[in-house]
């Protein structure tokens, strides 16, 4: 027995041996079991980290490679009277949802006088009985400047004439613009700021006229710059204008009453185009001033921009063939319009202002050099930057411009609603070699806020706009061809 014990202690101690051997590769498979946990714990950590942060950085390179729309929270910029700049974090700010369905804008034309009281007299020196009646001979009307006897249009020039003893003395460039019923308190933003004579030309087919009157005597009695300002009408021949019932005596000076009417206007009851090229081209005709700048009642202009012009020139008389290019940007709607180019830098920097039609239509206002633009800071005065030419590869563009009343006039076959609408008169600019010398320390500004492309396709819209643009597009091709037949050829105005 005791001979045995031996063996039986050798067998005992391999036996513990051999499960200390398996206890210690269990424990060291669970070691290497753990570690990898870790290791893949921190991979899937890294690829969360990363991956959003690529993602983010591809959006943001896509938006400004490809002008896409993608925003982040911005800051509200405040521009004080002094020519201060204040920062109001959008976090702050009640947000549209907040505050239940969308209303008016808020920046609006005429704003700055809520609460104020329309005045008995008036700035304004009416014609044909109104703003109270409105009575004129037949002989008073004229056809469109570029269509002639044949036009389907007709202008009655000069319902509302501004103070001509007054305007001599004022800086010679008129700002002519257009509009339809529903738009016309602009004006008074325009007037406003504007140092110069103005020029409105006023869509206004039957009933439409009383609401043009209406909202024209509101501001007549409010704002004492209307004395500059000058109104011609335009209508269908079939549909000569009429006052109808509104009321000219309720509220205040902002208008709020008779702005964003235009569901009610004859023109979208009865589905009509805006023939704008007419209407551009009567605002300019009828300029008293041999200088003109050719723009929509939406678009700002910056500070003392018509004075700054004529101090560019030394009072000069202008040159045919050389025109003046007002670089156009856009602005949030919840942002004051920018007085200077200091305060639209700002604006630009903050991602809340952008070149004009950025997000839906690049190429129409991208002007040659607006990076140069952009880096230069301002200058305190205008200054000519560069001259250019429309050719291509800016033949897409369509500038706005300080020109004469001699210029091409715009093709007036072509309506708002086909877009393009421009196009024709830069393509005759450029047979014609005009030199656009592009300004800086001047920009319009359009408002109420930043035009970009609807998130869902509105099939209705489409339908209705689409055989609009294809009568435009045929229109161009046509006037195109005439053109190229009367001019010298120049292959670098392409089209």
Same mark, same amino acid.
């Given at each position: 027995?005791?001979?045995?014990?031996?063996?039986?202690?050798?067998?005992?101690?391999?036996?513990?041996?051999?499960?200390?051997?398996?206890?210690?590769?269990?424990?060291?498979?669970?070691?290497?079991?753990?570690?990898?946990?870790?290791?893949?714990?921190?991979?899937?950590?890294?690829?969360?980290?990363?991956?959003?942060?690529?993602?983010?950085?591809?959006?943001?390179?896509?938006?400004?490679?490809?002008?896409?729309?993608?925003?982040? /929270?911005?800051?509200? !910029?405040? @521009?004080?009277?002094? #020519?201060?700049?204040? +920062?109001? &974090? %959008?976090?702050?700010?009640?947000?549209?949802?907040?505050?239940?369905?969308?209303?008016?804008?808020?920046?609006?034309?005429?704003?700055?006088?809520?609460?104020?009281?329309?005045?008995?007299?008036?700035?304004?020196?009416?014609?044909?009985?109104?703003?109270?009646?409105?009575?004129?001979?037949?002989?008073?009307?004229?056809?469109?400047?570029?269509?002639?006897?044949?036009? /389907?249009?007709?202008? !009655?020039? @000069?319902?509302?004439? #501004?103070?001509?003893? +007054?305007? &001599? %003395?004022?800086?010679?460039?008129?700002?002519?613009?257009?509009?339809?019923?529903?738009?016309?308190?602009?004006?008074?933003?325009?007037?406003?700021?504007?140092?110069?004579?103005?020029?409105?030309?006023?869509?206004?087919?039957?009933?439409?006229?009383?609401?043009?009157?209406?909202?024209?005597?509101?501001?007549?009695?409010?704002?004492?710059?209307?004395?500059?300002?000058?109104?011609?009408?335009?209508?269908?021949?079939?549909?000569?204008?009429?006052?109808? +019932?509104?009321?000219?005596?309720?509220?205040?000076?902002?208008?709020?009453?008779?702005?964003?009417?235009?569901?009610?206007?004859?023109?979208?009851?009865?589905?009509?185009?805006?023939?704008?090229?007419?209407?551009?081209?009567?605002?300019?005709?009828?300029?008293?001033?041999?200088?003109?700048?050719?723009?929509?009642?939406?678009?700002?202009?910056?500070?003392?921009?018509?004075?700054?012009?004529?101090?560019?020139?030394?009072?000069?008389?202008?040159?045919?063939?050389?025109?003046?290019?007002?670089?156009?940007?856009?602005?949030?709607?919840?942002?004051?319009?920018?007085?200077?180019?200091?305060?639209?830098?700002?604006?630009?920097?903050?991602?809340?202002?952008?070149?004009?039609?950025?997000?839906?239509?690049?190429?129409?206002?991208?002007?040659?050099?607006?990076?140069?633009?952009?880096?230069?800071?301002?200058?305190?005065?205008?200054?000519?930057?560069?001259?250019?030419?429309?050719?291509?590869?800016?033949?897409?563009?369509?500038?706005?411009?300080?020109?004469?009343?001699?210029?091409?006039?715009?093709?007036?076959?072509?309506?708002?609603?086909?877009?393009?609408?421009?196009?024709?008169?830069?393509?005759?600019?450029?047979?014609?070699?005009?030199?656009?010398?592009?300004?800086?320390?001047?920009?319009?500004?359009?408002?109420?806020?930043?035009?970009?492309?609807?998130?869902?396709?509105?099939?209705?819209?489409?339908?209705?706009?689409?055989?609009?643009?294809?009568?435009?597009?045929?229109?161009?091709?046509?006037?195109?061809?005439?053109?190229?037949?009367?001019?010298?050829?120049?292959?670098?105005?392409?089209?």
């Amino acid at each position: 027995m005791f001979l045995g014990e031996p063996a039986a202690c050798a067998c005992n101690m391999e036996h513990r041996s051999t499960v200390l051997d398996r206890r210690r590769d269990r424990g060291t498979t669970e070691n290497l079991n753990l570690f990898s946990d870790k290791k893949a714990m921190r991979s899937l950590a890294r690829k969360l980290l990363v991956w959003p942060t690529l993602v983010l950085s591809l959006l943001v390179a896509v938006r400004l490679l490809f002008g896409h729309d993608f925003r982040l /929270p911005t800051t509200t !910029l405040i @521009f004080r009277d002094d #020519g201060g700049i204040s +920062a109001l &974090d %959008s976090s702050h700010t009640t947000s549209q949802q907040d505050i239940g369905p969308p209303g008016p804008p808020a920046y609006a034309a005429g704003m700055y006088m809520a609460g104020r009281q329309p005045r008995n007299e008036s700035a304004c020196r009416w014609y044909h009985g109104l703003p109270d009646v409105l009575s004129y001979p037949p002989s008073k009307l004229t056809w469109s400047p570029e269509i002639g006897e044949k036009s /389907p249009y007709r202008v !009655l020039p @000069f319902v509302l004439l #501004g103070a001509v003893e +007054a305007t &001599d %003395s004022l800086p010679q460039v008129t700002l002519s613009t257009h509009a339809t019923a529903d738009q016309v308190y602009g004006i008074v933003e325009l007037a406003r700021r504007w140092e110069g004579p103005l020029s409105l030309a006023v869509f206004a087919p039957g009933l439409d006229a009383g609401l043009a009157v209406a909202q024209l005597d509101r501001a007549c009695r409010c704002e004492p710059t209307m004395y500059k300002v000058s109104v011609h009408l335009v209508f269908p021949a079939g549909r000569p204008p009429a006052l109808g +019932a509104i009321s000219r005596v309720q509220g205040d000076c902002a208008a709020s009453d008779l702005q964003w009417r235009q569901s009610e206007t004859e023109r979208r009851k009865r589905k009509m185009t805006y023939p704008i090229n007419v209407a551009r081209n009567v605002a300019r005709t009828v300029a008293n001033t041999s200088r003109v700048l050719v723009s929509d009642i939406e678009l700002l202009p910056s500070a003392r921009m018509a004075s700054g012009i004529m101090e560019m020139v030394h009072q000069k008389p202008p040159k045919l063939g050389v025109v003046f290019v007002v670089p156009v940007f856009e602005i949030e709607s919840n942002e004051p319009p920018p007085a200077t180019k200091r305060q639209l830098l700002v604006a630009c920097r903050a991602g809340l202002a952008v070149y004009f039609h950025r997000f839906v239509c690049p190429h129409c206002q991208r002007f040659p050099g607006l990076t140069r633009w952009m880096i230069r800071p301002d200058p305190g005065r205008i200054r000519p930057l560069f001259v250019t030419k429309r050719e291509y590869p800016h033949h897409r563009w369509e500038p706005v411009f300080i020109g004469t009343r001699d210029d091409p006039l715009y093709t007036e076959e072509m309506s708002w609603e086909g877009k393009q609408d421009k196009m024709a008169q830069m393509f005759e600019m450029c047979l014609l070699n005009y030199r656009l010398i592009v300004l800086d320390g001047a920009f319009l500004v359009h408002t109420p806020g930043i035009k970009r492309k609807a998130r869902k396709i509105n099939i209705a819209t489409q339908e209705f706009f689409r055989p609009h643009e294809k009568r435009n597009a045929n229109i161009y091709q046509r006037v195109i061809k005439r053109l190229i037949k009367r001019y010298p050829v120049n292959r670098k105005c392409a089209h």
